[in-house]
């Protein structure tokens, strides 16, 4: 005879036999739901669902908490529709339908990933202090001098250099310093404006009476203020011809060598017109009339944007031979001993960097934010919340707006975009507003900001505001 224990074995396994066809006949029909629906375009396909998952710069356009004019609307934990069982887009089980659908499925739903550019460049490295006398004995050896110029910050020869054929960067560096022990030498590192997918299409533009600028007490009458202080920008390249610049005191330049694709100005062409987009405009800068000098730095890299060490330091050295003391840098890259000197020894001039914290992944290496003496800028949204892709960390000094915010973009256009990228020269205008109340002094404008500054967070600094939103000072003579 058998026991109640012996009988509910069969019974158990009938049950879990019964649960599995009816989870196969349910995911049969939510995988032929989906691509009917998709088709018809009944809901997003994949691609709209991650794009509101993206890098901090996605955009900005699907994300919640932006600011008016964004007409940005949420979508996070969108599913299928009424009625059919949510499933997680490319994570099917696979005994849901036969093995080859199944490949077909999650291969034609895979999340897009955009192209990465290396963080190093592998044949490439970048010397500062060589004398004609090394670099006879490195040429001697099999290396390649593709460049050699003086730095003005470093103070010093700056040199591009190629490792002879076989020999890895490691040993190549490690010859370098045996040949000239009193070099500094590192990879000539790639650096990349934060990651951005397609800008958004805007909803109503806001003009002067965005809250983006209102909630850092910026004011209208900032729109007639002329600032001592020049703005360095060092970004992509800027579309001068965008009706929201046209008429905006801003200089162009470029250190790209001559044998790369120019960039792609729409990253370059949004950092600017939020600092001098003009009155009247569709992108009204916080400050149209400051007088800004925009330095191209970048290269079209496959399918996104790319600096290096070397062109960061020309661009850096550009800047300082024109005495420009407030430079904003929306980018991140790897740390690099040569151009953390190069910064240093800006810093130690004078000048101001204020750069963007970037994305909170980590994978950006967070430099040059992180180096000491620049001002390291994290984003937040409309409703003072941190961008959940902006960096945290003991280095971040302020929070500013970065979340659907409204930037020009190349062929005359509006676009939404986010990110610390477009919070950083928020930051750097209210650092030239204050310097120029503070009568130039960089040390009083730092304490100035710090006691303006909304502390949000934890009360004092903290890794994720850092001091709080920054804050526009009061400006009656304007």
Not at 178 to 188: E, F, M, S
Not at 233 to 247: E, N, R
Not at 334 to 357: C, H, M, Q
Not at 392 to 399: D, F, M, S
Request: aromatic content about 6%.
């Amino acid at each position: 005879m058998m026991t109640c224990s012996q009988h509910s074995k069969p019974l158990k396994k009938q049950r879990n036999s019964a649960f599995r066809a009816r989870g196969i006949l349910l995911a049969g029909i939510a995988v032929m739901a989906t691509d009917i629906a998709a088709s018809k375009g009944i809901f997003p396909d994949a691609s709209m669902i991650t794009s509101a998952r993206a890098d901090d710069d996605d955009g900005g356009g699907f994300s919640g908490g932006g600011f008016r004019g964004s007409g940005g609307f949420r979508m996070r934990g969108i599913g299928l529709p009424i009625g059919i069982p949510r499933i997680r887009l490319g994570r099917l089980p696979k005994f849901a339908v036969p093995r080859k659908r199944y490949r077909k499925y999650t291969k034609a739903r895979a999340v897009p990933v955009a192209a990465a550019v290396p963080r190093r460049s592998r044949s490439e490295l970048i010397v500062a202090g060589l004398t004609p006398a090394d670099i006879s004995t490195l040429q001697g050896e099999g290396f390649s001098i593709q460049v050699t110029r003086s730095s003005e910050t470093l103070g010093q020869t700056v040199s591009r250099v190629g490792p002879p054929a076989g020999l890895g960067t490691i040993k190549a560096l490690q010859r370098i310093e045996a040949v000239a022990p009193g070099v500094t030498a590192a990879r000539n590192d790639v650096f990349q404006r934060s990651a951005i997918g397609p800008y958004k299409a805007m909803g109503e533009a806001c003009g002067a009476a965005c809250e983006a600028f209102v909630m850092t007490g910026w004011k209208a009458n900032y729109l007639q203020c002329e600032l001592p202080e020049v703005i360095g920008v060092i970004d992509t390249g800027v579309d001068p011809a965008h009706p929201s610049l046209t008429g905006a005191n801003v200089e162009l330049a470029s250190v790209r060598r001559s044998d790369r694709r120019p960039s792609d100005p729409a990253h370059g062409t949004g950092v600017v017109s939020l600092l001098v987009g003009q009155p009247g405009s569709d992108v009204v800068g916080v400050l149209p009339k400051a007088k800004i000098i925009a330095v191209d730095a970048f290269h079209r890299a496959g399918k996104s944007d790319a600096t290096d060490a070397f062109d960061l330091v020309a661009a850096l050295d550009l800047l300082a031979e024109r005495d420009v003391r407030i430079v904003n840098l929306s980018l991140a890259g790897p740390e690099n001993a040569v151009l953390a000197d190069s910064v240093a020894k800006y810093v130690d001039r004078g000048a101001t960097l204020i750069a963007a914290a970037g994305p909170s992944s980590g994978k950006s290496g967070g430099y040059p934010a992180k180096y000491p003496g620049v001002i390291a800028v994290a984003a937040i949204d409309g409703e003072m919340r941190p961008s959940r892709l902006s960096a945290r960390g003991t280095h971040i000094a302020y929070a500013g707006p970065g979340v659907g915010m409204t930037v020009a973009s190349p062929g005359g256009k509006a676009r939404l975009a986010t990110g610390t990228s477009f919070a950083a020269p928020i930051v750097s205008a209210a650092f030239a507003s204050a310097k120029s109340d503070a009568g130039g002094d960089s040390l009083k404008t730092v304490q100035t900001l710090q006691n303006l500054a909304k502390d949000l967070g934890a009360p004092g600094r903290d890794p994720v505001y850092g001091w709080g939103l920054v804050q526009f000072p009061s400006k009656p003579g304007c």
